[in-house]
């Protein structure tokens, strides 16, 4: 970067920078919140039973707020959530989806590959819980902006953008004690016709978000393991007599990941 360009930070689109907040921490602590974390994680699921008890506002707030860190394309955080608890406005919201889902499971929208894939699931086209959840949490993605003179302000890597923020958001609300469901409704146009979302917010996910119902129960599912996620490409074993670099055919049983 041109030096120079720091001097002038409140020019126009010139660079202004600050110093990073950063603590190293030692790697057994490290180790100990990322397991922590993980273990955390490991028990989210996708709810689809829910109790119709209240959650505050302000928790809402709080994981769109956490969503809204999510790195986006040229930081143009692309994204507009959009919080219903408006119980007339929930019902309308199920009578559309539940027209889509019908449409979708009974009258062939869907393959019967796909019928297949969901089966072990138990989804059908019948959405109750989006009448009984406490909020409903709409997540547009915002295929441009507006500059403030009406003109189009584009918009970047917007599907990655929200992807982002969305895998965030369903982080918050489950670290905070509540339960979610990526729901996607197909097609979801109508989420923007009732929400009254202007053309450029296209519906992208909907949450419906509240604590399971007591009872709730939840398909039978097993993740994969890091095995089957994740391969590694790294530096070849030092040998016995550690010389550097290491033979290339190291034994390879040295470096299978032990939670694998
Ligand atoms: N949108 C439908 C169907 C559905 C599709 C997939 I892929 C899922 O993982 C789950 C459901 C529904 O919500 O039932």
Same mark, same amino acid.
Do not use: C
């Given at each position: 970067?041109?030096?120079? =360009?720091?001097?002038?930070?409140?020019?126009?689109?010139?660079?202004?920078?600050?110093?990073?907040?950063?603590? %190293?921490?030692?790697?057994?602590e @490290?180790?100990? &919140?990322?397991?922590?974390? %993980?273990?955390? @994680?490991?028990?989210?699921?996708? +709810?689809?039973?829910?109790?119709?008890?209240? +959650?505050?506002?302000?928790?809402?707030e709080?994981?769109?707020?956490?969503?809204?860190?999510?790195?986006?394309?040229?930081?143009?955080?692309?994204?507009? !959530?959009?919080?219903? =608890?408006?119980?007339?406005i929930?019902?309308?919201?199920?009578?559309?989806?539940e027209?889509?889902? *019908?449409?979708?499971?009974?009258g062939?929208?869907? =393959?019967?590959?796909?019928?297949?894939?969901l089966? /072990?699931?138990?989804?059908?086209?019948?959405k109750?819980?989006l009448?009984?959840? /406490?909020?409903?949490? +709409?997540? !547009?993605?915002?295929?441009?902006?507006?500059?403030?003179?009406?003109?189009? $302000?584009?918009?970047?890597?917007?599907?990655?953008?929200?992807?982002?923020?969305?895998?965030?958001f369903?982080?918050?609300i489950?670290?905070?004690g509540?339960a979610?469901?990526? *729901?996607?409704?197909s097609? @979801? &146009?109508?989420?923007?016709?009732?929400?009254? %979302?202007?053309? *450029?917010? $296209?519906?992208?996910?909907?949450?419906?978000?509240?604590?399971?119902?007591?009872?709730?129960?939840? /398909?039978?599912? %097993?993740?994969?393991?890091?095995a089957e996620?994740?391969?590694? $490409?790294?530096?070849?074993?030092?040998?016995?007599?550690?010389?550097?670099?290491?033979?290339?055919?190291?034994?390879?049983?040295?470096? +299978?990941d032990? *939670?694998?």
């Open positions: 970067m041109d030096p120079r =360009s720091r001097e002038t930070p409140h020019a126009p689109g010139a660079p202004s920078f600050i110093p990073l907040t950063f603590a %190293r921490l030692d790697e057994e @490290m180790l100990r &919140r990322a397991r922590a974390f %993980r273990l955390e @994680m490991e028990g989210r699921r996708s +709810v689809r039973h829910f109790a119709s008890d209240p +959650v505050p506002r302000a928790l809402l709080e994981a769109i707020l956490t969503a809204s860190t999510a790195p986006s394309g040229a930081h143009r955080q692309p994204w507009r !959530f959009v919080a219903v =608890s408006d119980p007339a929930k019902r309308r919201i199920r009578t559309a989806a027209e889509e889902e *019908h449409r979708s499971y009974e062939g929208r869907m =393959s019967a590959e796909w019928l297949e894939a089966a /072990p699931l138990g989804t059908g086209w019948e109750p819980y009448e009984t959840v /406490p909020w409903i949490v +709409v997540l !547009f993605e915002e295929v441009h902006g507006r500059n403030p003179d009406g003109t189009v $302000r584009k918009n970047y890597y917007v599907k990655e953008s929200v992807g982002i923020a969305a895998g965030l369903v982080t918050a489950h670290r905070m509540l979610t469901l990526t *729901h996607t409704p097609p @979801m &146009r109508f989420l923007g016709e009732i929400l009254e %979302r202007p053309e *450029h917010e $296209r519906p992208f996910v909907l949450f419906p978000i509240g604590y399971p119902a007591p009872g709730a129960e939840v /398909p039978n599912l %097993r993740r994969k393991s890091l996620v994740a391969l590694w $490409r790294e530096a070849p074993a030092p040998t016995s007599a550690g010389a550097p670099g290491g033979a290339p055919d190291a034994a390879p049983e040295s470096r +299978v032990p *939670h694998a």
